[in-house]
């Protein structure tokens, strides 16, 4: 059985923060599925197909990589595919907190899924899509932040 990882998040857009736990979490599993969860009551800033894409980009040298799009439970999502590993980052305290919750919410749902945890690198725990958001509407260069491959993108 392959060892297959869902990484779940929004990607309003992938980080170098969302980069750097991808690569780093490759050499333990035989596929990482980057997932974007989809509801329909969020606003996004890029539209799915444009998130797709830019994941695609940013990983199109890296055949353990694939994307995919899911509605509805992360857990019900991991178990139509046979994933039995969920990747998620940890910045702070405050990410552990929250995760913890989710991880043990998970686990209880379904006992088979585990939650493997990346401590993020110092340089990137102020990193997230939501400061990204803000330096592009407000006209500024965020490509520092960004993924190899994504520099100099503007909304
Ligand atoms: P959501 O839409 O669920 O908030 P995100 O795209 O913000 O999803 O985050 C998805 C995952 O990526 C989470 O586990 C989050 O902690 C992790 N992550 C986000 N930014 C970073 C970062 N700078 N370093 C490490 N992990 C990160």
């Not at 509605?71 to 139509?80: A, D, F, R």
């Not at 910045?91 to 899924?113: A, C, H, K, M, W």
């Not at 102020?126 to 993108?153: C, Y």
């Amino acid at each position: 059985m392959p060892h297959i990882a869902v990484v779940p998040g929004s990607f309003d857009p992938i980080t170098i923060g969302h980069y750097d736990i991808i690569k780093r979490a490759l050499p333990l599993f035989d596929e990482v599925i980057i997932a974007i969860g989809t509801n329909s009551q969020k606003k996004y800033l890029f539209s799915l197909e444009d998130r797709l894409s830019m994941i695609e980009k940013v990983f199109a040298d890296e055949p353990k990589v694939k994307t995919d799009t899911y509605k509805g439970l992360t857990v019900n999502y991991c178990k139509s595919i046979g994933a039995k590993y969920l990747l998620r980052g940890i910045r702070s305290v405050g990410d552990f907190e929250y995760e913890r919750t989710i991880s043990q919410l998970n686990n209880s749902l379904s006992p088979e899924l585990e939650t493997v945890f990346f401590i993020c690198q110092p340089q990137y725990s102020h990193v997230s899509s939501t400061i990204v958001r803000e330096i592009m509407l407000g006209k500024a260069d965020a490509s520092k932040l960004l993924p190899p491959g994504l520099e100099g993108l503007t909304v």
